[in-house]
């Protein structure tokens, strides 16, 4: 289930010299960062392609179904045109990339606004809301993990594992009901649904990021603690570890200073696949908290088949996807020096 | 007389692993090493002796629970009754480890200078710069070239004869006063086991370091360990000076272990004999001597009785039945009491 | 269904005891632990309820009792009445019926995809496996959420097409599962021994590779039902899932959101019902895979 599973071997490295010079690491990284860039590409292109194919995958007309019968031939004609419909779909995706350099993402259908503010606005909500998150999913996977694979058995390590088998089977539209009966219906604590912009009341804002933070944020903490506890057990089997015992190292920076960063590995690539698909996320538990970032702008877009919109939605989260499959194998060889200097 | 640095006492240990079985891997094991003193501990693969360095160091793997009774005692410290803190603050200071795979046993995503400093950082806090400093020195005392560089260096950027050497320097950081190396030199290549060996050698001698080097291959000791204790079946079945030991075995094994010494001298086209059998099963009970089933010279008695202890020199014992050799001095009463058996 | 031989995979995370053919045909003879059992008789009553419930006389998940709407359980309506009284438990248990049916569909074309692209990328390699894995971390890198609501907003919110297309994106998991199990087992011998003996390839596909291949398939299967019923569940909250007279878990869920501080067992009582489900079905998936992935 993880696309940046494996470190990309697509760019060749410059050949390894007996004596590296400090130049030859930097080469390496550029040279794999423009491998990865050039297979990012292609996947950018066919996504943008795709998303400018989509009116075209509705059955009959677009500009019909959108103006309704009593259309006339010209407005139908301003329509296609405005849709890239009137081209072929490779001419059009060659415009709309060509826009998009320049800051056009065209207009929306539906308010006519430009479709850059309207990403302008919505982003940072999404991002806030995305960071908070993993806050709350490291947060609590963090020293859950750490504590049951320093004990594996053990009474805490038992219940967090179980927990977490239960805890996975709660999908997420579930859970954001359950934690607003809970702390909007039945304690009135927190605001069920909406949203204050951090600039306008940070309190506020944090009051309405609590539950939908928590929904995405807890079902990720499950996932992450699974993960990273398997890997801290067979990182402490490790002979170093028993190494760094003999030396007197104690359990509290052991676990931190020398088991957490060989063992973070699968955790990176979990968060790096979080950024991607936290799109996809976003949209369910923003429609549920009616939280105003890219995920509702798609939902309402789609819904109102406002095609400039989702167009962009799309290649927006495509970008984001190759993005952090491309800082996830970055952060790859910060973690781990040896993938820094592997020589395939 | 000095008391010795390192004093093992009738020591047992048993390991309970995770899979719920009890080993009795250690039977009454008694041993001393002076202040600059080797004492060599040989034996095969499950004859404890890893299990041993790691019961005086008091660090097992984490599945496995290990209880241990008699006396361990470094400078006379009983280290199996210290309190916990006091075992810790020992780790590294006063009795470290060197470990057998050097591949292994370093952290591949910490860099040397951190974890050869290890045993100084453990205790006080040392900055980025120090502790580059002092890992570069530490490495210059075990003759990595370019310390400096190495000190910045990942472990998988050093080869396995570097590494070993980065593995001891992180043992002697802490000026311990017993050095416990396993097999530390079986993982590398045999061009390099010798300069290694040397190394410890030379930090033995300068330092008055008191050194229990383990290993496989009685040939290594020779000319390093002062005395030898072969280990069977997480008992010591014969121990004394080396010399004495690898001239006149007393014990049917130790001989059988020569025996598989290959040696320059001699004739060319000799079959290395291997020692036949396999080590005993240490979740069974053990009855009479360990060696009796794979012995060539075991009898009836070897395996309901367990041997008495045989003097074959000065300071040089084999538990045996049959032992090889003559006892010296006034036959004691087991002796006696083996030869009415037979 | 028999299985010669358990298959070791990639993906089994422990390897149990290789049995004897013989005994690997023959059910477990250990009884099953009471985990499986409870999670085993979750499911059936699922099942039964969904299959059998309908045809009895009164069942009419759309009839409204407007007598009593909003009625918390108790006699009569056990899992209470939602804001136009119909029966929670009546509306949960036809629920059942279409959440399994996208299920299904998806678990179809998952397996019917992933298997063929998988068998293909383990068993050509080379150029075609480099291919096929291409297309499937592209399918893996688009938000398949939202690529699913654009077609539904565009093609209508039916069955067949909630169900092929959370399938579609079944189909990369499936295909690694498969192409790992197909990669293990070329390397073992007897496949190899066979090609050397020029056995014809679709006769050792037939003979050795899918009958290895077909319970771990299978046994994932069981996440990839998951994996639809949250989907499909998700669609519906968000309006692109199927539509009424259809309720399934999802659209009856989202429907009783707006009256979660008078009635909330009109959305909790179904999430709990779906809930329990996943969590069984997670839990036979896991039991299934550290056994070997034996069917």
Known sequence: MTPAHAPARTAAAPARTTAPTALAPVLRTAGRV????????????????????????????????????????????????????????????????????????????????????????????????????????????????????????????????????????????????????????QLRILPATGWTPFTEDPFENLRHLVLPALTLGLTEAAVFARTLRGQLIDTLDQTYVAAARSRGMGTVRLLLRRALRPSSLPLVTLVGIGIGMSLGGSVLVESLFAVP???????????????????????????????????????????????????R | MTSPVLEVRSLDTTLHTPDGRTLHVLHGIDLSIDAGECLGVVGESGSGKSVLARTVLGVHPRATRATATGQVLLNGEDLLTAAPRRRAELLGTGVAMVHQDPMT?????????????????????MRRRERLRTAAELLAAVDVPDPARRARAYPHELSGGLRQRVGIAAALAGSPALLLADEPTTALDVTVQRTVLDLLDRHRGTRGLATLLITHDIGLLYGRARRIAVMYGGRIVETGPTEAVTEAPAHPY????????????????????????????????????????????????????????????????????????????????????????? | MSVAEPATTATSATTGPTAPPAAARRPTARRPAPGVLAAGAWLALVALAALLLPLLPGFDPLHGDFAHPSAAPGPGHWLGTDAAGRDVLQRTVAGARASFAVAGLTIAVGLLGGGALGLAAGWFRGPVDKAIGFATDLLMSVPSLILVMITVALRGPSLTVIGSLIGLFTVPHFTRVVRAVVLSLSERGFVQAAR??????????????????????????????????????SLSFLGFGLRPPEPSWGGIIAEGRTTLGSAPWISLAPAAVLCLTVLALNYLGEQLRSKGGRG
């Open chain 2, 254 to 342: 130790t001989a059988a272990l020569l025996r598989s010494v290959p040696r320059v001298t001699g004739p060319l086209r000799r079959v290395l004999p291997a020692v036949a059998g396999s080590p005993p099963d240490l979740s069974r009970p053990a009855v009479g001597c360990p060696f009796a089933p794979r012995c060539e010279r075991a009898e009836a008695v070897c395996s309901t009785e367990a041997p008495p202890l045989h003097r074959a020199g000065d300071g040089h014992t084999a538990a045996c039945h049959f032992p090889l050799t003559l006892p010296i001095g006034p036959a004691s009463a087991s002796v006696s009491k083996a030869q009415e058996t037979v």
């Open chain 2, 105 to 125: 046993s370093l952290n591949p995503v910490v860099r040397i200078a951190d974890q050869v400093t290890e045993s100084l950082t453990n205790r006080r806090r």
């Open chain 1, 293 to 343: 970032g890219v995920g509702t702008l798609a939902a309402t877009a789609i819904a109102g088949r406002d095609f400039p919109v989702v167009q962009a939605v799309v290649v927006v989260s495509a970008v984001g996807v190759v993005a952090a499959t491309v800082a996830v194998d970055l952060l790859y060889r910060t973690v781990d020096p040896r993938i820094a200097d592997e020589r």
């Open chain 3, 196 to 233: 050397m003996i020029g056995t014809a390839p679709l006769r050792i596909l037939r003979r050795e590779v899918v009958p290895h291949v077909a319970p771990v398939a299978l046994t994932f299967a069981f996440t990839a039902t998951t994996v639809a019923i949250v989907a499909e569940g």
């Open chain 1, 34 to 185: 423009a491998g990865r860039a050039g297979r990012a590409a292609a996947v950018l292109l066919l996504v943008t392609v795709s998303a400018l194919a989509l009116p075209h995958l509705m059955p009959g007309s677009p500009a019909l179904a959108a103006l309704g019968p009593t259309a006339t031939p010209e407005q139908v004609t301003a329509y296609e045109a405005k849709l890239g419909l009137d081209d072929n779909v490779l001419v059009a995706a060659w415009r709309w990339l060509g826009d998009a350099l320049h800051g056009d993402l065209g207009h929306s259908l539906s308010t006519g606004a430009a479709v850059t503010t309207e990403l302008a606005d919505r982003i940072p909500v999404t991002l806030e809301l995305f960071v908070a998150a993993q806050l709350v999913a490291l947060g609590l996977a963090l020293p859950v993990a750490l504590y049951s694979a320093w004990r594996p058995g053990g009474a805490v390590d038992r219940i967090a594992t179980a927990g977490a088998f239960v805890w996975l089977a709660v999908p997420g539209f579930v859970l954001g009901l359950v934690l607003i009966w809970l702390a909007a219906v």
